[in-house]
């Protein structure tokens, strides 16, 4: 495609998020200003980005003013009404996106190429240093972005406190694996060894997210460097579910300044806690696991990153779409696996099962709730065949309330009150080690944790 039909995309693209809220957030953690052929439309993108991260109104009076570079023989507000009208009904900004950056690479690839050219012509340095220095290259230009953009929980924990204060005015541990640092998940896992793929997996409203954060911060605070790659939350939900699992201060009142002046000083005392951890959270989101492959590498070299945690495999996206789902997805599983392989350090990756068939939708006692097994894996059974260890999460509560009867027995009532704040964590496999194996945990969904049991056997609240 010519530049000229480059230029015609992004025109596209801007007259679609002129006007659509839902487009826009569908595609704004895929592509950055710098990724546009047209300087102009890159400027004028960054400026409606801004608007929208900042809850402000789109309009062309508020763009005009953002907007330094205008337009030459045209008024702005006419260039951008003549967007609006021409995009095509029906529209697939993903597509556009995709081509966008796609182009922008590419053209980054050809400038670049006389840069790696004088690196390796450069016999000053040893052969190694010239090859690392020139997969720095390549890696910027896959990133799209420098590296930096992903950030340390230090930075993340010092942004929400700075953020609450102001709304309330107005070397890594050495070893042969690694441990969740999680008692009763280290139970059933064991030592996690470089290159495995452990699968934690649930349906929807298990708690797998949760866990993610959980496995995450519980390694990075035994001082291994972690990697949390979120692709449903931002940088700062997964900071402030981090800092209420540890305080148990709201979230909700971390974000809107209803904390009192105890609650902050224990959130400070908390943040500054965690800021010894090397964890670092890439909050990107949706991206191809290429990329995500090349920020991991630069953070391994960079940052000595040992362990991955993954929320979710279903919100990747896929390099080429398939004949069905099915099809994308197991070759997904399988580039994950290679992706483990490549990088040498275990990740722990969430993923979705299917809905458990209820019969007859009613559910009279907790053996009504089925235990899910590998074959609820949803959409692909490659990802049993790559994972080296599969760990599920039932909570059957949730499912008796969802499908509560009319009229409760005293039956359904004993269980609900059992496993209202309980989960029960399945090995379901493990390679070269023992499968079918349970622990049962107190589950704190308020406090996005999960806990051990109290010796009474009641749940830790």
Not at 15 to 22: P, S, V, Y
Not at 76 to 104: C, E, H
Not at 315 to 323: A, I, S, T
Not at 359 to 374: A, F, I, L, M
């Amino acid at each position: 495609m010519s530049d000229h039909n480059t230029t015609k995309l992004e025109e596209e693209l801007i007259g679609l998020i002129l006007t659509n809220a839902d487009a826009f957030y569908d595609i704004s953690g895929r592509i950055q200003p710098a990724h546009f052929f047209d300087g102009l439309l890159g400027e004028i993108y960054g400026v409606i980005y801004a608007l929208y991260e900042g809850n402000r109104s789109v309009t062309l009076g508020a763009i005009a003013q953002g907007v330094k570079e205008k337009p030459k023989g045209v008024s702005l507000d006419a260039m951008l009404l003549r967007f609006s009208k021409d995009t095509p009904q029906g529209m697939n900004a993903i597509d556009n996106v995709d081509y966008i950056v796609d182009a922008s690479r590419r053209r980054n690839l050809i400038n670049r190429t006389t840069e790696i050219i004088k690196l390796a012509n450069d016999t000053s340095k040893p052969a190694e240093e010239q090859i690392e220095a020139c997969h720095g290259v390549i890696d910027d230009i896959l990133d799209g972005e420098p590296v930096e953009e992903v950030k340390s929980f230090r930075e993340a924990s010092q942004s929400v406190i700075d953020d609450i204060e102001r709304l309330l005015k107005d070397d890594s541990v050495q070893g042969a694996g690694i441990k969740t640092g999680i008692p009763s998940v280290d139970e059933l896992l064991g030592e996690n060894y470089e290159g495995e793929l452990i699968l934690i997996a649930g349906p929807t409203s298990s708690g797998k997210s949760i866990m993610g954060g959980q496995v995450a911060d519980s390694i990075a605070s035994q001082g291994v460097p972690t990697l949390l790659i979120s692709n449903e939350m931002n940088l700062k939900a997964c900071t402030t579910r981090s800092l209420t699992r540890m305080t148990g201060v709201k979230q909700s009142l971390m974000m809107n300044g209803g904390v009192n002046q105890e609650e902050l000083e224990s959130l400070c005392h908390a943040s500054q806690e965690r800021q010894l951890w090397p964890l670092y959270i890439d909050d990107q989101g949706g991206d191809k696991i290429e990329i995500i492959r090349a920020r991991a590498k630069r953070l391994i070299r960079t940052k000595g990153v040992r362990a991955i945690v993954l929320d979710h495999f279903h919100e990747l996206k896929p390099v080429q779409r398939r004949e069905n789902n099915e099809a994308t997805y197991s070759e997904m599983a399988y580039s994950i696996r290679e992706m483990a392989r490549d990088l040498g350090i275990p990740i722990f990756m969430m993923a979705q099962l299917k809905r458990p068939f209820i019969q007859g939708n009613v559910v009279k006692n907790e053996k009504d709730v089925p235990r899910p097994s590998n074959s609820d894996l949803k959409y692909t059974g490659a990802l049993e065949q790559v994972a080296h260890k599969i760990l599920f999460i039932h909570r059957p509560a949730y499912w008796m309330e969802k499908h509560k009867p009319q009229k409760v027995s005293e039956e359904w009532q004993e269980g609900f009150s059992y496993w209202e704040h309980k989960a029960q964590l399945i090995l379901s496999k493990m390679r070269g080690g023992k499968a079918d194996q349970s622990r049962i945990m107190a589950f704190n969904g308020p406090r996005f944790r999960f806990d051990e049991l109290a010796a009474t056997g009641e749940a830790l609240l």
